[in-house]
């Protein structure tokens, strides 16, 4: 009896990365640097992002678009602390975003007036890892109420990513978290990470965050 394999998920792939290639073309021309955010559930995404919104916001142009499997209770968080469109993606049970779904949501931004977009993807560390956005960069958050061994767990993402930033700091003293070890697993991952440590709901940090943001904003690529 023959057999027929047919290769479905590579033809996703490859569609996915064409339509990542239009995202990365149009906001290349607009001149948006976009980062996609990605961590496990609840590392903090939404909280700084709302940090940063209603601090660098305004100055940075920035525009946000999230993912989420079923409620848009986050876009929602978010709207709150900017004037502009909160493109909200509801993935129905899917767990990432794809870059149809990321060229779809543009369309809703004002992208002349964006300077940077921050792709807020669903929480997860395994789907997010392989699909192409379009971002400039994958930043990683890696909260402290997580395992020291995250990064060895889930190598792809942290290979994939340029920035690793470390948030619910003012949690270290509670929990049994090596921050320093944590780290240093995802230097092996990955030696070329950069880091920065932030408490979002302190305040903690977020003078280098936002550093980091109005560099990027530049067009400099740095590290954090």
């Not at 239009?22 to 976009?34: I, K, M, N």
Request: charged residues 25%.
């Amino acid at each position: 009896m023959a057999i027929q394999t047919i290769e479905v998920r590579e033809r996703v792939m490859a569609r996915n990365d064409e339509l990542a290639a239009q995202v990365r073309s149009r906001l290349d021309a607009h001149g948006v640097v976009a980062f996609n955010l990605v961590s496990s559930p609840g590392a903090g995404k939404t909280t700084l992002l709302e940090r940063t919104l209603a601090a660098v916001g305004k100055e940075l142009e920035i525009a946000v678009i999230t993912g989420d499997v079923q409620t848009q209770n986050d876009a929602e968080r978010l709207a709150v602390h900017t004037d502009r469109i909160v493109s909200a993606v509801i993935t129905d049970g899917a767990c990432h975003l794809d870059a149809l779904q990321v060229l779809t949501a543009l369309d809703a931004l004002d992208l002349d007036h964006t300077r940077l977009l921050f792709i807020e993807n669903v929480g997860n560390l395994v789907c997010p890892a392989n699909w192409d956005l379009g971002e400039r960069e994958k930043i990683v958050l890696f909260s402290v109420t997580e395992g020291e061994d995250k990064p060895l767990k889930y190598p792809a993402m942290f290979k994939r990513a340029r920035h690793v930033v470390m948030t619910k700091t003012d949690l270290l003293p509670y929990v049994p978290f090596d921050i320093h070890a944590a780290m240093a697993n995802a230097v092996r991952v990955n030696p070329e990470l950069s880091f920065l440590e932030v408490s979002a709901l302190r305040s903690w940090g977020l003078r280098d965050w936002f550093g980091f943001l109005r560099y990027s904003a530049a067009g400099e690529q740095v590290s954090a």
